[in-house]
Each structure stands twice: as structure tokens, then as C-alpha cells.
């Protein structure tokens, strides 16, 4: 799911993802860290019903990368990991969640 920290609240509140959507995306090779986590490139993606149980396999299967088997549907993002087993779980994003939202307030 998606995710966006409601400063009033202070807590997740949970956000629609593009229309269309079917699902998330992601290069499992992170393009960056910090000291905490891994980020990686990601996006909301659209799956045509025929192609739901292999979708992901058969260009790879193929060595085929240039036909699409799924079509974006939102803007390009990242996804983040926490580095280490502490830093997994609720707390740990809420509290990161709110400090990107104070800053992007701020900015």
C-alpha cells in the first residue's frame, strides 16, 4: 500500500494509488542508501487480467526487455528498506514519515 503522514493526526494515513492501478513495481537492486536504509527505484503499475500469473516472468525467461508486460500508471518513486532488523516495523516509519513531512512543510 501507500502511504502519506497526515501532520494533523500525526499518524499514516493510507492514500489511494493511481486509477487503474494493479500494483507496485520495483528494481530489486537499490540505487541508493543512507545510513539507515536501502532506496530503490519504484512505480504503480497496470496488468492486463490475462497476464496476472506471469506478468514478471516471461521476459525475463526470454531475455526479452523490450516488450512491456506491464504499463505504468503513476509517477516514478521510491521505495525504502530499513538496513537493519530494529529499524523494521511501524514505528520506525511513522517516525521517518513525519520527519519527511515537517521538512516538506518547512521547505
Known sequence: GKYVHNCSTKKL???SLAEA???L???PNPFAEGAERFVYRCTE???PPEKYKSWWLEPW???EFTSARALRTGLRMVCKEAK???NMGLPFHERF???QADAAALA
Open 13 to 15: 494515513a493510507k492514500v
Open 21 to 23: 492501478t494493479t500494483g
Open 25 to 27: 513495481a520495483f528494481i
Open 45 to 47: 503499475i497496470y496488468v
Open 61 to 63: 525467461e526470454r531475455n
Open 84 to 86: 537493519a532488523e530494529e
Open 97 to 99: 514519515a513525519r520527519i
